[in-house]
């Protein structure tokens, strides 16, 4: 399974982005996907999953992120609104827990 995250960039607070994870490989493997961030300094953090049956979103992700999976297009996305400056890290896609994208920079300024 291959992952590439893209979407990131720089936006105000308050503002939105929706972050795309294209996916190749054997998709049929996978059960779960989801995107975790890293923030300077910090360790990687979970934000959201979902599976054929369900989304879970972390404490700070909930009511302002959305994570949904475009099974025609092979592609994960997140979308985040309501930004927050304590939302910039550089977020990552993962499938079955095991795969990872690159990672892709969110940089909100306050």
């Known amino acids: 399974v291959q992952l590439q995250a893209f979407g990131g960039g720089l936006v105000q607070a308050g503002g939105s982005l929706r972050l795309s994870c294209a996916t190749s490989g054997a998709l049929g493997s996978i059960w779960i996907m989801g995107w975790y961030r890293q923030a300077p300094g910090k360790q990687r953090e979970w934000v959201a999953s979902?599976?054929?049956?369900?989304?879970h979103y972390a404490d700070s992700a909930k009511g302002r992120f959305t994570i949904s999976r475009d099974s025609a297009n092979n592609t994960l996305y997140l979308q985040m609104n309501s930004l927050k400056p304590e939302d910039t890290a550089v977020y990552y896609c993962?499938?079955?827990?095991?795969?990872w994208g690159q990672g892709t920079l969110v940089t909100v300024s306050s």
């Open positions: 993962n499938a079955n827990l095991d795969y």
């Open positions: 979902a599976s054929s049956r369900a989304t």
